[in-house]
């Protein structure tokens, strides 16, 4: 799984689920953000340098191009520079359990369904301990 983060509201703006981790899954996560109107032009992606060479494939650079997203990759060895990242797939796997399921594509329900949860109705620390569409109409107003 590839997700979008907003560090600002803390939703998930895009995400992706395949069998493979190259570069496209990474891509199809960034271009469901950015085909939801949830990526602003100069944006910042940030990853880290981990095992994971999708991050610095040239497909995935052309993505970001492609929907005006500055790339930021932290440097080696540092494990605070995905932190939120980290965070949020921990989250996943406490609240949704370790349930190994029958087949990927209920397996893809129940983390979309998860997804929904932790956008729209999860308390979230990091603001206030408010629902996100609460944080929305606070800076709104």
């Not at 981790?21 to 992606?45: H, K, N, Q, S, Y």
Request: with cysteine; charged share 20%; proline share 2%.
């Amino acid at each position: 799984m590839a997700t979008v983060l907003d560090l600002h509201t803390r939703e998930v703006a895009g995400h992706a689920m395949a069998e493979h981790m190259r570069a496209g899954l990474v891509c199809d996560a960034i271009d469901l953000a950015a085909g939801r109107g949830l990526i602003t032009p100069e944006a910042i992606f940030h990853s880290d340098r981990g095992s994971q060479p999708e991050y610095t494939a040239t497909t995935f650079r052309a993505t970001l191009k492609a929907v005006r997203v500055r790339p930021s990759m932290g440097r080696g060895g540092s494990c605070f520079d995905n932190a939120v990242a980290e965070s949020f797939f921990a989250t996943l796997k406490t609240e949704i359990g370790t349930t190994v399921w029958a087949t990927r594509s209920e397996a893809s329900r129940a983390v979309f369904a998860y997804l929904n949860y932790y956008n729209h109705d999860r308390l979230h620390s990091t603001l206030g301990c408010r629902y996100r569409q609460q944080q929305e109409h606070a800076l709104a107003a």
